[in-house]
């Protein structure tokens, strides 16, 4: 933000949380221009851009028999009900459903915020895959009662940017984020527009 303010100095340039249910509407109703969220999410008419990868890490209580290991795959929970979302394309995803074998994701419950995701876990519901950043020294802190595992064999989320329109300031925040967040300049990432 530091920098497309920098680059665009008399726009007003203004940030806003969106909780992962809102990042579509947000765009659709003009609420947001941009949005830097983890796919999938819909794209509809609007540009679309990968900034970066994160690997999955499945969220389980520090009392499952999976916690304290280094490193699991699918096989490893596949028979265990995971939180479920809303809407179909995430809960796929976060399901990992299909899955490899043709068989499907065991049903855990519907989850409509992070904070319910996380008492479904800590109270034996479910477990969850999650970004690992968001656990492991990204945004937000994992409660004690949690741990995050890694899990391998699965792809990783992307963290993508979308814009609506081609204003000028949109096309400077998708220069600004492409160069803090990739490392790379507008002539140098591959990214999809």
């Known amino acids: 933000m530091r920098e497309l303010r920098r680059r ?22 003009h609420r947001v221009d941009v949005v830097i969220a983890r796919e999938p999410f819909p794209s509809g008419q ?23 290991k280094e490193s699991i795959t699918l096989d490893d929970f596949a028979d265990e009900p995971l ?29 409509e915020a992070h904070e319910d995701k996380l008492e479904a876990i800590a109270g034996g519901r479910a477990l969850a895959l999650a970004p690992a950043n968001s656990t492991t020294g990204g945004h937000s802190t ?15 989320c992307n ?8 204003s000028g300031l949109v096309t400077a925040f ?4 492409r160069s803090h967040l990739t490392g790379h300049g507008s002539d140098g990432n591959t990214s999809t527009w």
């Open 8 to 29: 665009c100095p008399d726009a007003e340039v203004r940030t806003l949380h969106l909780d992962w249910n809102d990042v579509h509407p947000a765009l659709l109703d």
């Open 83 to 111: 939180v479920r979302y809303a809407d179909a394309t995430y809960d796929a995803f976060w399901s990992i459903e299909p899955r490899p074998d043709g068989r499907p994701a065991p049903d855990g419950p519907l989850v």
């Open 159 to 166: 963290v993508a940017t979308r814009g609506g329109g081609s």
């Open 142 to 156: 994992l409660r004690r009662d949690l741990t995050a595992i890694p899990v391998d064999g699965i792809e990783p």
């Open 46 to 68: 609007l540009r679309v851009a990968v900034l970066y990868q994160e690997p999955r890490v499945l969220l389980v209580p520090k009392t499952h028999r999976l916690a304290g």
């Open 174 to 177: 998708f220069e600004s984020a």
